[in-house]
């Protein structure tokens, strides 16, 4: 994979939308998000033919207002009901524990409202990729997950980021064809404990190291058909990668973002290949119908799906 986009570029998209968007009291948002998305995907090549995004800012502005309407308007008048009639502690406590319950429970719903719509928007040669996976089996895992982690004091952790990578992966498809995961949370463990250990002593640094042994492995154990996915990030990458990404933010008051756009995409795409042969003839399209709705509500809670590279 290749991407050859410039920061340049993006900034004078980015600039226009910012425009536009304070000109039309934020309407415009969802239209540029579009734009820059069908910038970031059509500036990335794979095997001589670049990628292809689909969404509308019309798609993206009615599922925020879907998500809006669904998820929290009923989360606000369950915080704000009760202190307007003046309800009773236990009745304010009750609704605000309701609340909780609900927007953690919207937390995995988004997710993979957000990975489907994404993924049915975007397109190599013609042929669009698609998300399978049920709603309710990911809240199975996400909330079971973080109860674990929280009751182990966080020892669950390489678990659960790694059951949850195995749902998104192996539940997506490129036309007929699904992506495989084949990764074991306890491979990660003793890796976690030495990052955990190492955590005070480097200040954090070591934590960089970490995440880059959590995507190699991820990418490692990621296959289509018979070809797999290989990464070489390093934890040295990874941090040279965040402290330019900082250092361009502080210095430009946050002008420099389209650069920092382009830097991800082109850091993603350097450490990554795939392996073996591709299946590309059997492959037909089999486009999914989805909606926008999850990705309003990813927009809310500010998510990251890993199917998006601003």
């Known amino acids: 994979m290749f991407f050859y986009g410039k920061g340049g570029s993006l900034f004078g998209?980015?600039?226009v939308n910012m425009l536009l968007t304070v000109l039309t009291l934020g309407i415009y948002y969802f239209w540029g998000k579009v734009r820059v998305r069908n910038y970031l995907l059509s500036q990335t090549e794979f095997a001589g033919d670049r990628f292809a995004y689909h969404g509308t800012g019309k798609e993206l502005l009615v599922g925020f207002l879907k998500a809006l309407l669904v998820f929290f308007l009923p989360i606000g008048a369950l915080v704000i009901a009760p202190e307007y009639f003046e309800a009773s502690?236990?009745?304010?406590?009750?609704?605000?524990?309701t609340a909780y319950v609900i927007g953690f429970v919207f937390v995995p719903v988004a997710m993979v409202g957000a990975r489907r719509y994404r993924m049915s928007r975007t397109s190599w040669r013609g042929i669009r990729f698609s998300f399978r996976?049920?709603?309710?089996?990911?809240?199975?895992?996400?909330?079971?997950?973080?109860?674990?982690?929280?009751?182990?004091?966080?020892?669950?952790?390489?678990?659960?980021?790694?059951?949850?990578?195995?749902?998104?992966?192996?539940?997506?498809?490129?036309?007929?064809?699904?992506?495989?995961?084949?990764g074991r949370g306890r491979d990660l463990f003793g890796s976690f404990i030495l990052a955990f250990l190492l955590l005070f002593p480097t200040l954090g640094l070591y934590w960089f190291w970490f995440q880059a042994k959590l995507l190699r492995y991820f990418?490692?154990?990621?296959?289509?058909?018979?070809?797999?996915?290989?990464?070489?990030?390093?934890?040295?990458?990874?941090?040279?990668l965040t402290l330019g990404n900082f250092l361009l933010l502080v210095l430009t008051?946050?002008?420099?973002?389209?650069?920092?756009?382009?830097?991800?995409?082109?850091?993603t795409c350097?450490?990554?290949?795939?392996?073996?042969?591709?299946?590309?003839?059997?492959?037909?399209?089999?486009?999914?119908?989805?909606?926008?709705?999850?990705?309003?509500?990813?927009s809310f809670l500010d998510l990251d799906t890993g199917f998006d590279f601003g």
Do not use: C
């Not at 929280?150 to 498809?173: C, D, E, N, R, V």
């Not at 990418?219 to 040279?240: E, I, K, M, P, Y």
């Open 13 to 15: 998209i980015h600039t």
């Open 253 to 267: 008051l946050g002008l420099g973002w389209p650069w920092v756009l382009a830097r991800n995409a082109r850091f």
């Open 219 to 240: 990418w490692d154990h990621t296959s289509f058909g018979n070809a797999r996915f290989r990464s070489t990030v390093t934890g040295g990458r990874l941090l040279l």
């Open 89 to 97: 502690e236990a009745v304010k406590a009750g609704a605000l524990a």
């Open 133 to 182: 996976g049920r709603a309710l089996d990911f809240v199975k895992i996400f909330v079971g997950g973080s109860f674990l982690s929280m009751i182990t004091l966080g020892l669950y952790y390489p678990f659960f980021m790694t059951k949850q990578h195995a749902f998104m992966t192996s539940h997506s498809y490129f036309g007929t064809q699904k992506f495989d995961f084949d």
């Open 270 to 298: 350097r450490y990554l290949t795939l392996e073996g042969p591709l299946p590309i003839a059997e492959i037909r399209q089999e486009a999914q119908l989805a909606s926008a709705t999850g990705e309003g509500l990813a």
